[in-house]
């Protein structure tokens, strides 16, 4: 199936946000969060928060490069969690929003994966930008379970530079 870019065009706060992490438990089983190297941009809230998730790692590596985001020098530590459950209620209690995930509170960037380690939702918080990485088909499913997501994405054509919103 061929992905294709859907941006958030408004940030996923409250109910749209609580609505998107119970609607990425069902697309996805893996999701990741960025620190910096050593946790010392984290104040103590998000060294907790890793802590509490630790359980639910997948694996840790230091990178230079994910979703959405290429380091120009050094790499930093990205983590994979299993999303379960008990993870994605932490995540529900740690922000309200999408773009919450970042430094100093929280760790960076959560983005949603699918089985097979793809992206299916990337956010890149301090920049204000999210969007999806899913086919025609997921995104119609997408819609069909959270209708009010039809007015917060907009197909973005990278061949044709230009972005518009799914209706036109």
């Given at each position: 199936m061929k992905k294709r870019i859907y941006n958030l065009l408004k940030e996923p706060r409250d109910n749209d946000?609580?609505?998107l992490l119970d609607f990425a438990i069902r697309e996805c089983k893996y999701f990741l969060l960025v620190t910096d190297k050593d946790n010392k941009q984290l104040c103590p809230t998000g060294k907790l928060l890793l802590e509490r998730l630790s359980?639910?790692?997948y694996k840790l590596e230091m990178k230079s490069e994910w979703p959405g985001t290429i380091l120009l020098h050094g790499q930093v530590?990205?983590?994979t969690y299993f999303l379960v459950p008990e993870s994605l209620v932490i995540l529900k209690k740690s922000a309200t929003s999408?773009?919450?995930?970042?430094r100093p509170n929280l760790p960076d960037d959560?983005?949603?994966l699918r089985s097979d380690e793809t992206p299916w939702l990337v956010n890149i918080a301090h920049e204000n930008d999210g969007y999806f990485e899913i086919s025609e088909q997921e995104k119609k499913h997408l819609v069909s379970v959270?209708?009010?997501?039809?007015?917060?994405?907009?197909?973005?054509?990278m061949t044709e530079k230009?972005?518009?919103k799914e209706d036109e």
């Open positions: 946000y609580r609505d359980q639910f790692l530590p990205v983590y999408l773009y919450q995930w970042q959560l983005c949603f959270l209708p009010h997501y039809r007015a917060m994405i907009s197909y973005y054509d230009h972005s518009f």
